[in-house]
């Protein structure tokens, strides 16, 4: 007899899966891979005790992962939304969010950005200039502090299976415990001397909220790698190329070098901010990233 359930949990190669019952139950994957992440709907073996085999998961809505030429690392499956947060301190990369925003419209997924920690007001207005770039393409930018009230953020989550992602130290768990306090989600003080936040969440685990949402909080990451992306299909997450693509002298235009480049001389009109077209080269030419 097979069972049925959704993932709401991922350590390692152990799942932790609710059954379409309400138990909870310990998944296991057949042979060596883990193909699964939470939020997977999955078929499930006979069970024994608070085990059962893992035996497939069906066809997915999304799925959010990052990659690099060795191995791939899965975030939140059937996600509709991705939530990216960054902090007034410690630092954040402005590169690892156009990464992340390039993944999220692959998956064609909603994004939003939360600035936390804006009670840091010394801090305040550099970290708005950092995010000027992604305003600038309409993705809704929340300020909130999260330690004392995540609750401007509550109107964005609504209807959504939302997945939080973003660097360590930016207060991602902060926002699930004060959001969902029974999820004891665990905290830890910043590493200062880094510059960067310790790694607190080592697994994604999936809350319910209250307006029958849902919430992911995944682990903190330092990168964000692309290698199972085309460069076409990395031009496609940068939405502001999209009115200049075609346009340039050469079909195959890198936006480097070549002379009569659209994305160039949108760059030099204000259209695009220049700190995008450097990100998108960035990635365009990682590894072995072919032209299509």
Request: neutral net charge.
């Amino acid at each position: 007899m097979t069972l049925n359930g959704t993932i709401v949990a991922a350590f390692g190669r152990h799942y932790e899966v609710e059954l379409d019952d309400g138990r909870s139950v310990n998944g296991i994957p057949r042979g060596k891979k883990s193909p699964y992440a939470c939020g997977d709907r999955v078929t499930l073996g006979p069970l024994h005790d608070t085990e059962a085999q893992i035996l497939s998961h069906a066809p997915r809505s999304s799925l959010l992962y990052r990659s690099d030429l060795w191995k791939q690392k899965l975030i939140a499956a059937n996600a509709t939304q991705i939530v990216l947060v960054v902090a007034t301190e410690p630092g954040f990369s402005t590169e690892l969010i156009s990464r992340a925003l390039v993944a999220a419209q692959h998956e064609q997924m909603r994004a939003v950005i939360v600035l936390n920690k804006a009670d840091l007001t010394a801090s305040l207005p550099a970290a708005r200039a950092q995010l000027a770039p992604f305003a600038r393409l309409d993705i809704p930018v929340v300020e909130l502090s999260a330690l004392t009230d995540a609750t401007p953020l509550l109107p964005w989550l609504a209807g959504q299976v939302s997945v939080l992602v973003g660097q360590s130290g930016m207060g991602k768990s902060t926002i699930t415990n004060t959001l969902i306090p029974e999820a004891g989600a665990a905290t830890r003080e910043i590493s200062t001397a880094l510059d960067a936040g310790k790694h607190t969440t080592t697994h994604a685990r999936r809350y319910p909220l209250p307006d029958g949402g849902m919430l992911i909080d995944s682990p903190g990451l330092q990168e964000f790698g692309l290698a199972h992306l085309t460069r076409g299909e990395i031009e496609l997450g940068f939405a502001e190329f999209q009115a200049h693509l075609g346009n340039c002298r050469f079909r195959d235009c890198r936006h480097e070098h070549e002379p009569d480049c659209a994305i160039k001389a949108a760059v030099a009109s204000g259209a695009i901010h220049a700190q995008r077209l450097i990100h998108f080269i960035t990635i365009a030419n990682e590894g072995n990233r072919d032209k299509g």
